[in-house]
């Protein structure tokens, strides 16, 4: 085959495989859209959670008196087990001035060696005092107002439809992801001839060719010039509701190890029956920051210029 029927043969496959692409970009976009509207109007309401959820459980938040300092979290970790001894604290959830909510679990029952029935998983908390201020179970529908933001965070992490929804919301995030390419690959000019003079009229919008031409420009340029953003939402959406996958693609990438797998399979006989109460585990916390810090801190100071001429100047040479 001669040089101009090669050069004819790639365009036809480049024009089948953009052919391709742009039916792949237009269907999957719009099979997203339903599930980019739920997540992306629940993610915007969760921006503001916090004002939101005192307009609607003013009863949640203490007031906070400048005279009055906050208790540690070992402290409020006490203060909770000891408000519901049926339940262990697992983390702090949320801690702004006058509101620390706590997600618990439930113990043991020793009678039957089942978990205790417990019509919650959040412990909110005065921070100053150790008050409960009130209780409540994430996604619980039945109490709409008390449980109100829960629900949207619900929706936003699962579409409110449990581990399936969450499975569905990752692989929606993965989909987006691969998307995030395709949409910039159409946007390249066809051969190399003035490829950047013919690029730089996919960054440009122009509202004179009348209204198709105006929002096609929109989409593509919009795309163009906000990428990096649209590829962060996309990837973290797969971070946040599809971990292994993350893991897998982030670490064969990057210099990267997540700790989540730690804290997420830490043994379950552990976490029943802890070794240290809080007081205690929040003190040997301080000492081994207290011990990395100092590690670090006589790091830098031993990869400082004047450290490293120091220690060259007293090195024997051979």
């Not at 008390?146 to 990752?170: D, K, M, R």
Request: aromatic letters at 10%; hydrophobic letters at 45%; charged letters at 20%.
């Amino acid at each position: 085959m001669s040089g101009p029927e090669a050069q004819t043969e790639l365009a036809r496959a480049f024009a089948v495989i953009r052919r391709y692409l742009v039916w792949q970009h237009r269907w999957t976009g719009l099979l997203m859209t339903v599930f980019l509207i739920a997540i992306g109007l629940s993610g915007s309401l969760l921006v503001y959670r916090v004002p939101l959820d005192r307009m609607l459980n003013p009863q949640l938040f203490a007031l906070v008196h400048s005279d009055r300092p906050s208790l540690s979290l070992s402290d409020l970790a006490v203060a909770a087990e000891q408000a519901e001894p049926r339940a262990r604290v697992a983390y702090l959830a949320n801690y702004i001035p006058g509101h620390a909510e706590i997600e618990c679990a439930p113990r043991i029952d020793p009678a039957v060696h089942r978990p205790y029935n417990l019509d919650f998983d959040r412990l909110v908390l005065d921070p100053a005092t150790g008050r409960v201020l009130g209780r409540r179970r994430e996604g619980d529908w039945s109490h709409l107002r008390l449980n109100a933001l829960s629900i949207v965070n619900s929706v936003h992490t699962s579409l409110a439809a449990g581990p399936l929804g969450s499975a569905i919301v990752g692989y929606v995030g993965i989909v987006w992801t691969i998307d995030c390419f395709v949409g910039f690959i159409l946007t390249l000019p066809a051969g190399s001839n003035g490829f950047f003079q013919r690029w730089r009229v996919a960054w440009q919008l122009r509202f004179r060719s009348g209204t198709f031409r105006a929002l096609f420009d929109i989409h593509r340029a919009g795309g163009l010039w906000l990428w990096p953003l649209l590829f962060m939402f996309a990837w973290s959406g797969v971070m946040l509701s599809n971990m292994p996958i993350y893991d897998k693609v982030t670490g064969a990438l990057f210099d990267y190890s997540s700790d989540l797998d730690f804290v997420m399979h830490y043994p379950v006989h552990e976490i029943q029956h802890p070794k240290l109460d809080w007081k205690a585990a929040e003190r040997r916390g301080e000492q081994l920051m207290r011990q990395v810090a100092a590690k670090r801190a006589g790091s830098s100071r031993g990869h400082s210029p004047s450290a490293t001429s120091r220690n060259s100047e007293s090195t024997p040479t051979m």
